[in-house]
């Protein structure tokens, strides 16, 4: 069991301490600190012994961090096949977040065929071990009839909803996209906003611009100029290349251009035209 007092966290030392002693949750602790910085010089090699040592002791967090550090090439040499190994004994002994990464490595094919059923399974997992990206990529499964049998809208919309309740913005977006798209008569302007508004604070870029449109063209209610420039200028900050191209066509001089060129960075082709980087 971790080392732990009734008054305060466990000291590094206490953390080293009990690693060597055979705490595989402290080896893990130990790692992150290091990892981090936390209050001790931020040492990669030192926290990636930690971590080995958590796996090897098999602490599913540790077996997760080791492999996503295997498959990243952060921390250990690239090898998809030992990142592929050591995530799936971690999401199998229920460290969400390791699933969600395998959902990801069968969806573009790391290290294993591509399998978009593979990647569903693993996204649903993560979703059930409350990782809200999870629920995200499982909802669009759904929305697309990608790796799920069939298209299934009213899954998706209650796996975005549960993905926004967790604190992704990326299926607070995606929700309030599905009931835009969805019969006219049950489309409710106050919730998509809001939806919009709650995704772009939990910092989904385009649930930012998507707002800052809609206020900008007064879509489905009232054309409020100030708030939907406010909302563009989040959209940019948070890299959505479609909210920077935006803003920069609303800008003049240099704060268009910087505006432009993130939107560049980001993939946006009508911005890296517009920008100094363009052709």
């Known amino acids: 069991m971790l080392l732990s007092t009734a008054s305060a966290a466990p000291t590094t030392v206490e953390l080293r301490d009990a690693c060597q002693a055979g705490d595989a949750a402290a080896c893990y602790q130990a790692g992150?600190?290091?990892?981090?910085?936390?209050?001790?010089?931020?040492?990669?090699?030192?926290?990636?012994?930690?971590?080995?040592?958590?796996?090897?002791?098999?602490?599913?967090?540790?077996?997760?961090?080791?492999?996503?550090?295997?498959?990243?090439?952060?921390?250990?040499?690239?090898?998809?096949a030992k990142a592929v190994e050591l995530l799936i004994f971690a999401?199998?002994?229920?460290?969400?977040?390791?699933?969600?990464e395998l959902g990801?490595?069968?969806?573009?094919?790391?290290?294993?065929?591509?399998d978009a059923s593979g990647a569903y399974l693993y996204y649903d997992q993560a979703c059930g071990g409350g990782v809200g990206l999870g629920c995200y990529r499982a909802g669009v499964h759904h929305a697309l009839g990608y790796g799920a049998e069939l298209v299934d809208l009213g899954e998706a919309d209650r796996l975005y909803t549960r993905a926004c309740t967790l604190g992704e913005g990326l299926g607070c977006t995606a929700r309030a996209l599905l009931i835009d798209a969805g019969p006219r008569e049950q489309r409710d302007e106050a919730q998509i906003r809001s939806l919009l508004q709650h995704?772009?604070?939990?910092?989904?870029?385009?649930?930012?611009?998507?707002?800052?449109?809609?206020?900008?063209?007064?879509t489905h209610g009232p054309r409020d100029v100030e708030a939907g420039?406010?909302?563009?200028?989040?959209?940019?900050?948070?890299?959505?290349?479609?909210?920077?191209?935006?803003?920069?066509?609303?800008l003049e001089g240099d704060a268009a251009q910087a505006a432009f060129e993130r939107g560049?960075?980001?993939?946006?082709?009508?911005?890296?035209?517009?920008?100094?980087?363009g052709p």
């Open 91 to 100: 999401c199998e002994h229920h460290a969400a977040r390791a699933c969600n």
């Open 229 to 250: 420039n406010r909302w563009l200028r989040l959209s940019c900050e948070a890299k959505s290349p479609a909210g920077c191209r935006e803003l920069g066509e609303r």
């Open 32 to 80: 992150v600190t290091y990892l981090a910085g936390d209050g001790v010089m931020r040492d990669l090699a030192f926290g990636m012994r930690y971590i080995r040592r958590s796996c090897e002791l098999k602490d599913p967090s540790g077996c997760a961090a080791l492999g996503h550090a295997y498959r990243s090439g952060d921390g250990a040499d690239l090898d998809y």
């Open 264 to 277: 560049c960075e980001g993939g946006d082709a009508v911005s890296c035209r517009r920008s100094r980087r």
């Open 104 to 114: 990801d490595m069968f969806t573009i094919g790391e290290g294993v065929p591509i």
């Open 199 to 218: 995704g772009c604070e939990l910092g989904d870029g385009e649930g930012c611009w998507r707002l800052g449109d809609r206020c900008l063209k007064g």
